[in-house]
């Protein structure tokens, strides 16, 4: 099972990725949205905001998200790492119910391209 500290670098990691990427990806990534990521085996929650192609952790804190943000993650820990490390399509995880995406109809659309 991965740790707090393994979600937070995958985390880091998946921003670094965001940053570098191109095209299609880049513009879904360059929206300025409150998100939230509920690790759900480690009943943790990571806050922050995805703005300017990054993705900026602003903290953790125990169990489901308190506020809502407008774009909602919940995943294990070790999916978590699994995705960011190419192991894990997210696509596939989101059909199997591995991985769940809340958010807005036309940020849905946007995101798409990160799928």
Avoid: Y
């Amino acid at each position: 099972m991965a740790t707090t500290q393994e979600c937070r670098a995958a985390l880091d990691k998946l921003s670094d990725n965001l940053a570098r990427a191109d095209g299609d990806v880049r513009g879904a990534a360059s929206l300025d949205r409150s998100l939230s990521c509920h690790i759900t085996d480690l009943d943790q929650t990571f806050t922050g905001r995805l703005e300017g192609g990054r993705i900026r952790v602003d903290g953790v804190a125990p169990g489901p998200p308190v506020t809502k943000a407008q774009i909602r993650l919940a995943m294990t820990g070790d999916d978590l790492v699994a995705m960011v490390d190419g192991e894990l399509n997210f696509a596939k995880a989101w059909a199997a119910g591995r991985v769940r995406l809340e958010a807005g109809f036309r940020d849905l659309l946007r995101l798409r391209s990160l799928l």
